[in-house]
């Protein structure tokens, strides 16, 4: 039976989803497998079920993310809108909101912005249906793998650059350096540098009833 789980991601990333230029994203596996070379792919996690299990049996064991067909729910920065509050809509999400989308703005009011983490299912807006999986070494992406992620390009044919979302911060000519930024924005300095392996899942978006 197909599995339903929650995903979190930056306004960004939204935008990127919405707009149906991210088709991918890469998590980073846990534990981190250790190097040896009696395993498949080199590698092997410490299992609490499985015991040791090599980096290619990872796809088909253990799945963390889920596997093709399986689901994955978006969980953004959201709020819950009272009745009182116009216009009314159960649910603003901060990745699409604009100043003066309600009345209360125009009177100096502030959304109260609730953590993507403490979205309930209900209010999810996304869902994505898992098309593939694999686990690979962060920097095994490839350019059209960098664009997959949900890049932005300014620009057209030599002159082109990508970005995220607009930054101009994150504009690299290759899609794989603006790729590399954005991932030592989530994770870190150095992290970029680090090269774990990830999960590299693909997906495309499903609409679901509310």
């Known amino acids: 039976m197909a599995s339903d789980r929650p995903i979190l991601f930056s306004g960004p990333m939204v935008r990127a989803l919405l707009a149906g230029t991210k088709?991918?994203?890469?998590?980073?596996?846990?534990?981190?497998?250790?190097?040896?070379?009696a395993f498949a792919g080199g590698a092997f996690i410490e299992h609490k079920r499985l015991g040791q299990v090599g980096v290619e049996a990872l796809v088909a064991d253990v799945m963390t993310y889920g596997a093709p067909g399986d689901r994955m729910w978006v969980r953004e920065t959201f709020r819950r809108v009272d009745g009182q509050t116009l216009p009314w809509i159960e649910t603003d999400y901060r990745a699409t909101y604009q100043h003066g989308d309600r009345l209360g703005d125009h009177f100096g009011g502030k959304p109260r912005w609730t953590p993507?983490?403490?979205?309930?299912r209900h209010a999810s807006r996304i869902t994505l249906e898992i098309t593939g999986v694999r686990v690979e070494r962060l920097k095994a992406i490839s350019e059209a793998d960098a664009i997959a992620e949900g890049l932005m390009p300014l620009g057209s044919g030599a002159d082109r650059t990508w970005t995220v979302d607009g930054d101009a911060a994150s504009e690299h000519e290759a899609a794989r350096?603006?790729?590399?930024w954005l991932w030592e924005q989530i994770n870190g300095a150095g992290s970029w540098d680090a090269n774990p392996w990830v999960w590299a899942t693909t997906f495309k978006r499903v609409e679901t009833a509310r």
């Not at 088709?23 to 534990?31: A, L, M, N, S, Y």
């Not at 993507?116 to 309930?120: D, L």
């Not at 350096?177 to 590399?180: E, G, L, Q, R, V």
């Open 177 to 180: 350096d603006t790729y590399a």
């Open 23 to 37: 088709t991918q994203t890469r998590r980073v596996v846990k534990p981190q497998p250790v190097e040896h070379p």
């Open 116 to 120: 993507a983490i403490h979205m309930p």
